[in-house]
């Protein structure tokens, strides 16, 4: 019987989410949690606790043996006044062991003048995430989703694990870039893209959400595990072990179909829906003889040789409506992640104990996730994301001129929880809104870029958090005014819901040509045009 087929054809018949996809989705999930706890461990293994200035008893001892707490200077533990009266410099300070014992904030001493070493931590995490988003994005559509997801799970296991003997403050810097370029992209994004390229439109959602919210509970379990360990040598070590769930991973996940058809690899695509049709169970099953399989495999040779291109993130910005959609996606992960990890990271500055500080901000999470999910399908993914980004803006904006008495910060406390509950929202379909938007021989480089640009914001806001020393309020301000900028320019973007995933750049360039709040409502149009796809006639066997 003939057939106009495509992978879109093949995929079809496998359904939206049967027991294979299922499974996959399973096993790529992981990844989500192991990312998110890695994202956070330095929030507890370099954790700052309360400090106090020493100064020594007597000056007049030749050899200081007893130190004792001074009094304060202006409220600051930092300086102090000294028995003969004097304004000095600390140079010794005990730790409050309440909520923490030993960190590397009090092995290297990273305060007061030594802040910028906590910072530059963080910032070289950050930024180790920002090379692997690109770097491992791109290789991953070149060389697949599942290669690089496996070596990533590799390192990461090994970089965890090891970066908690190093004691050398300047390589356990050069460590954790490395640590960052696997420990969050990688697997993740691999694993993220191998899920969305395996369901079908009505699953994606849910599936993406979902993603998130395992993403949350790794940030849920650095909390947990931090409050029970709290020798620094040990947590790491224990955080570290947790990326042994991933290594399975070689044996028990397959590439995806969509990779390898557009990489021209059509027989290997085709034998792994087969094997998916027998796990689902389906009544339809693919029987291709071998001389219907090398018809399959060199059907069209020009057209094969234009798909067997490997494209970069350049390609990305070479016409016009994909370069448009492309920087304000971009500008979408830096302010989504800029919020995100400037409220994160600053949770030591709320009242109480940080580690349920933590678990409750991670907490949070999993209701806006199922708020979105619910949404999400229902009003679109553009309406939505700018909602909750002009929101989540609004809450960190107000939330920074509240007074520092006690009932008002914990009203602020809890405006703050309201924009992490909209921020974390809208974070969370950028990464669905960014695989149905971009089409599928550049769509891991897309997420890596759009990941790249989020590590970047998550590597400057150590940075920007530091601006406490000129006003308290400077940090929670900057956050507000990026996510409200980009929660305006969202509007702009073409809707995707119920749309079919473009294949081709030029599928992808005509994507939602026209298609702004302005122009079509933000809600979209009732019934969108779908991307064209290229058709491939073959003599089909069933």
């Not at 050069?174 to 079908?200: H, K, N, P, R």
């Not at 695989?435 to 897309?446: G, L, M």
Request: charged fraction near 15%.
């Amino acid at each position: 019987m003939e057939k106009s087929t495509n992978i879109d054809f093949y995929m079809d018949n496998l359904g939206d989410f049967g027991s294979y996809q299922l499974r996959q989705f399973l096993l790529n999930l992981m990844s989500a949690f192991t990312a998110g706890l890695h994202m956070m461990v330095l929030v507890t293994v370099a954790a700052v606790p309360d400090y106090n200035c020493l100064i020594p008893e007597s000056e007049s001892e030749s050899n200081i043996t007893n130190w004792i707490v001074a009094p304060k200077f202006n409220n600051d533990s930092c300086q102090a006044i000294n028995s003969y009266n004097k304004t000095i410099n600390c140079e010794k300070w005990s730790f409050n062991e309440i909520y923490y014992g030993s960190t590397r904030a009090t092995q290297w001493n990273m305060i007061c003048d030594n802040r910028w070493m906590g910072s530059l931590a963080q910032m070289s995490y950050m930024f180790g995430v920002f090379t692997g988003a690109v770097v491992l994005g791109s290789l991953a559509d070149k060389f697949g989703r599942k290669k690089i997801f496996c070596i990533s799970a590799v390192a990461q296991l090994f970089l965890s694990v090891g970066v908690a003997f190093l004691n050398n403050y300047w390589i356990f810097i050069a460590t954790t870039y490395v640590y960052g370029i696997f420990g969050s992209s990688g697997s993740y994004i691999s694993g993220f893209v191998l899920t969305m390229e395996l369901v079908g439109p009505s699953k994606r959602s849910m599936c993406g959400i979902l993603f998130q919210t395992t993403f949350a509970s790794g940030i849920m379990a650095v909390a947990a595990w931090g409050y029970f360990i709290r020798d620094t040598f040990l947590l790491q070590i224990i955080y570290g072990l947790h990326s042994l769930i991933l290594i399975p991973h070689f044996w028990l996940i397959d590439e995806s179909p969509r990779w390898l058809w557009g990489q021209g690899r059509k027989e290997e695509a085709i034998k792994i829906i087969q094997k998916a049709l027998k796990t689902n169970n389906s009544a339809m099953p693919i029987i291709l003889e071998k001389e219907q399989m090398v018809s399959l495999n060199n059907d069209e040779p020009v057209k094969e040789n234009n798909q067997n291109r490997s494209y970069s993130i350049l390609d990305l910005f070479k016409t016009p409506n994909l370069r448009n959609n492309t920087i304000n996606v971009c500008l979408y992960w830096f302010a989504a992640s800029f919020g995100y990890y400037g409220i994160s990271l600053r949770t030591g500055n709320l009242r109480g104990n940080p580690y349920f500080m933590l678990f409750v901000m991670a907490a949070v999470e999993i209701p806006s996730y199922v708020f979105v999910t619910l949404s999400m399908d229902r009003v679109g993914r553009r309406f939505l994301s700018s909602l909750m980004m002009i929101v989540g803006g609004a809450a960190l904006l107000i939330s920074a001129f509240f007074p520092p008495d006690p009932l008002s910060q914990s009203i602020s406390t809890g405006i703050v929880f309201l924009g992490k509950f909209c921020i974390a929202g809208a974070f969370a379909i950028v990464y669905n809104y960014t695989v149905e938007r971009f089409p599928t021989v550049v769509r891991n480089t897309a997420i890596g870029l759009g990941s790249m640009f989020a590590r970047l914001a998550g590597g400057f806001t150590p940075l920007v958090t530091l601006l406490d020393v000129y006003d308290l309020r400077a940090p929670a301000i900057t956050f507000a005014l990026v996510t409200l900028v980009s929660g305006v320019l969202i509007t702009l973007l073409p809707e995707t819901l119920n749309s079919v995933m473009p294949q081709t750049m030029e599928d992808g360039e005509e994507f939602g040509k026209g298609d702004t709040c302005f122009t079509t409502g933000c809600f979209g149009r009732s019934k969108k045009p779908q991307p064209k796809q290229k058709e491939i006639p073959l003599e089909e066997g069933y």
